[in-house]
T-cell receptor
Framework: NAGVTQTPKFQVLKTGQSMTLQCAQD?????MSWYRQDPGMGLRLIHY???????DQGEVPNGYNVSRSTTEDFPLRLLSAAPSQTSVYFC???????????FGDGTRLSIL | AQSVTQPDIHITVSEGASLELRCNYS??????LFWYVQSPGQGLQLLLK??????LVQGIKGFEAEFKRSQSSFNLRKPSVHWSDAAEYFC??????????FGKGTMLLVSP
């Protein structure tokens, strides 16, 4: 049982490039979320999904797109990377609305 | 809107001494509260959760937390700290649709 798998673990981009951060879970969880972690800021919610085909914005959605075509996958897209998007990105999933989230190991993204 | 405050950015504790990390929340209804721990370069691990019932909850690694509604607090405690407890600790409140609002974290340093 792999849990929540994020790829890649590390990535360096140039300003203006696009990229997709992958997140997959094998627990048949309906609820999935993306967070970014910046020093001194804790984790902030970017986007979330309550099931296949249903997504919504979180606290800091600008510059990011998501889609949820299957229960298992919830990719996060950066359309035109900016240095302000340098961060550590975490994907999480939960099986029920009031259950603790399971987190992936994170993707460390640097944008030059 | 819900929020979580962790007043202490850094705390240094001697190995073997007791520990208390503070967390205050703002939430309109009965909160679902969590403590997560993050070791350097790692993902987030759930220490414990409070949903309802007994206000003193036990977690993994010898941690416990007490929910005090009158003080809007959910402080994390451990009677005797080990060097391996050095990490960053995050308090979080469930914000709906299984998403979390996090505090900014408290970095625990353990001195010999």
């Amino acid at each position: 049982n792999a849990g929540v798998t994020q790829t890649p673990k590390f990535q360096v981009l140039k300003t203006g490039q696009s990229m997709t951060l992958q997140c997959a879970q094998d627990m048949n969880h309906e609820y999935m979320s993306w967070y970014r972690q910046d020093p001194g800021m804790g984790l902030r919610l970017i986007h979330y999904s309550v099931g296949a085909g249903i997504t919504d914005q979180g606290e800091v959605p600008n510059g990011y797109n998501v889609s949820r075509s299957t229960t298992e996958d919830f990719p996060l897209r950066l359309l035109s990377a900016a240095p302000s998007q340098t961060s550590v990105y975490f994907c999480a999933s939960a099986g029920q609305v009031n259950q603790p989230q399971h987190f992936g190991d994170g993707t460390r993204l640097s944008i030059l | 809107a819900q929020s979580v405050t962790q007043p202490d950015i850094h705390i240094t504790v001697s190995e073997g001494a007791s520990l208390e990390l503070r967390c205050n929340y703002s939430y309109g209804a009965t909160p679902y509260l969590f403590w997560y721990v993050q070791s350097p370069g790692q993902g987030l691990q759930l220490l414990l959760k409070y949903f309802s019932g007994d206000t003193l909850v036990q977690g993994i690694k010898g941690f416990e937390a007490e929910f005090k509604r009158s003080q809007s607090s959910f402080n994390l405690r451990k009677p005797s700290v080990h060097w391996s407890d050095a990490a960053e600790y995050f308090c979080a409140v469930l914000s709906g649709y299984s998403t979390l609002t996090f505090g900014k974290g408290t970095m625990l340093l353990v001195s010999p």
